[in-house]
């Protein structure tokens, strides 16, 4: 069994920074891909960023040249690092992985989700 727990969300002014965390437990062969989505109040849930495979990130248009998604493989841990974040950039954020176990089966996962506040 995985599971994800996500970490690093709060209360930011507009203009701030924050790094969200998101570290995979269990017996992992690999994360193929990684992705962080995040939910507004009242809004369907939408990707920021991905990387698939070995390729390059992809990013919202919303988000670009402001958020960076990263992985570190030897901690299971994904990033986002979220620079001159916006009051439009509050949501619920949720990191997502497609993680292959050690039998090479591939499953999905979500993290619980953390909350990002922009407001001053």
């Known amino acids: 069994q995985v599971q994800l727990v996500e970490s690093g969300g709060g209360l930011v002014q507009p203009g701030g920074s924050l790094r969200l965390s998101c570290a995979a437990s269990?017996?992992?062969?690999?994360?193929?891909?990684m992705a962080w989505y995040r939910q507004a109040p009242g809004k369907q849930r939408e990707l920021v960023a991905a990387?698939?495979?070995?390729?390059?990130?992809n990013y919202a248009d919303s988000v670009k040249g402001r958020f960076t998604i990263s992985g570190d493989n030897a901690k299971n841990t994904v990033y986002l690092q979220m620079n001159s974040l916006k009051p439009e950039d509050t949501a619920v954020y949720y990191c997502?992985?497609?993680?292959?176990?050690?039998?090479?089966?591939?499953?999905?996962?979500w993290g619980q989700g953390t909350q990002v506040t922009v407001s001053s």
């Open positions: 269990g017996i992992i062969f690999s994360i193929n891909s």
């Open positions: 997502n992985l497609h993680v292959a176990l050690l039998t090479r089966s591939v499953f999905t996962y």
């Open positions: 990387i698939i495979g070995s390729g390059s990130p």
